[in-house]
Nanobody, 121 residues
Framework: QVRLVESGGGSVQAGGSLRLSCTASGDTFSNYLVGWFRKAPGKEREFVAAISRLGGLEDYANAAKDRFTISRDNAKNTVYLQMNSLKLDDTAVYYC??????????????WGQGTQVTVSS
């Protein structure tokens, strides 16, 4: 099993940037595909981005393409989500999640507690 802790959330003005981190402990981190999800008030949780075990492949939701970048450093047991050109609609609680499977946008077994991102005008 792997335990995940997110950090890096906060408040930012529209057009600004934030970098979220997801740090893992427990099992060998490189055994896990890792994704970022978000949940805004009144909306369903949605997929944002995911990265393969060794970091060679990435997947992004349409809302994240060209603005967000996911990366990982397995030596530090950490996955990052660099978010640029933030919009009001990006306001949400962001969660990282991990799985040992291959279903990139669903079926994650392990979840962090979430970190709040608030974008203001």
């Amino acid at each position: 099993q792997v335990r995940l802790v997110e950090s890096g959330g906060g408040s930012v003005q529209a057009g600004g940037s934030l970098r979220l981190s997801c740090t893992a402990s427990g099992d060998t981190f490189s055994n896990y595909l890792v994704g970022w999800f978000r949940k805004a008030p009144g909306k369903e949780r949605e997929f944002v981005a995911a990265i393969s075990r060794l970091g060679g492949l990435e997947d992004y939701a349409n809302a994240a393409k060209d603005r967000f970048t996911i990366s990982r450093d397995n030596a530090k047991n950490t996955v990052y989500l660099q978010m640029n050109s933030l919009k009001l609609d990006d306001t949400a609680v962001y969660y990282c999640a991990a799985q040992q499977g291959q279903t990139w946008r669903r079926d994650y077994n392990f979840w962090g507690q979430g970190t709040q991102v608030t974008v203001s005008s």
